[in-house]
C-alpha cells in the first residue's frame, strides 16, 4: 500500500494528459453546439453521444506507456498499477462529464441518468480495450489501436445493429428502457473483462 501511494505522483507524470484533453475538449465543444428549438432534443442526444465517443476515444490512450516493459519487472502488480492510472483518471472523467451535461439546456438534456449509463459504458469499453491490449500482446502503447476499434465499432453499430437490440435509440422511442437495460449489461460485461484482463498472465511470471 506504502509503495502504491509512493507511484502515485510518478505515474500522475506519466499520464498521457495530452491525448485526454484534447479528446475532453473535443468533446465539450460538440456539448456546446446544442441550442434550443423544436428539433434540438434529439440534436442534443446526437451531440452528446458523439462527445461521449470523443471524451471515450481518449481514454483509450490512458494506459500508453512507452516504459511498460521496463516498469514490468517492478514489484508492484500490473493489476495496481492499472487501477492507479484509473483511479488519477475517475475525477477528471466526472468533472469532464459534469460539465458537458451543463452545456446542454436543461430543456433538451435527455435524462441524466440514462445517459450518463451511456457514457460509464463507452469509458469503460475504452478503458478495458487498452487493458486487453495491453494483457494479449506486448504493445507499449495500445492507444491508437483502441480508439481506432473504437470508433469502427461505434459506427458499425449504430449502422448495422439489429433493431430488436438497439442501444442507440431516441429519447421517446418506445425501446428506450429496454435499451439502457442493454446498456448496463454491456456496462457489467466491459468491468468484469477490464478486471480479468488486468490479471499478469503466469508466463510472464514464471518467467520472471
Known sequence: ??????????????????????AGAAGLLLAALTRTGETAEQLSLYLLRAAILSFAVGLAFLLDDPARHTTAAVPT??????????ALAVPAAAAWWTAALLL?????????????????????????????????SEVARPGLPVAGGLLTTAVLAMLFWPGRWALFVPVRDER????????????????????????????????L
Open 1 to 22: 500500500m506504502q509503495l502504491t501511494r509512493q507511484l502515485v505522483f510518478p505515474v500522475h507524470r506519466t499520464m498521457p494528459w495530452g491525448a485526454v484533453g484534447a
Open 77 to 86: 502488480p500490473r493489476p495496481a498499477r492499472i487501477a492507479l492510472r484509473v
Open 104 to 136: 446542454v439546456p436543461p430543456g433538451v438534456r435527455p435524462p441524466v441518468g440514462d445517459i450518463t449509463l451511456e457514457a460509464g459504458a463507452a469509458f469503460v469499453l475504452a478503458v478495458t480495450g487498452a487493458v486487453a491490449v495491453v494483457r494479449f
Open 176 to 207: 428506450w428502457a429496454a435499451a439502457h437495460d442493454r446498456w448496463a449489461v454491456v456496462l457489467a460485461g466491459a468491468v468484469i473483462l477490464g478486471v480479468v484482463s488486468a490479471v499478469e498472465p503466469m508466463r510472464r511470471r514464471a518467467r
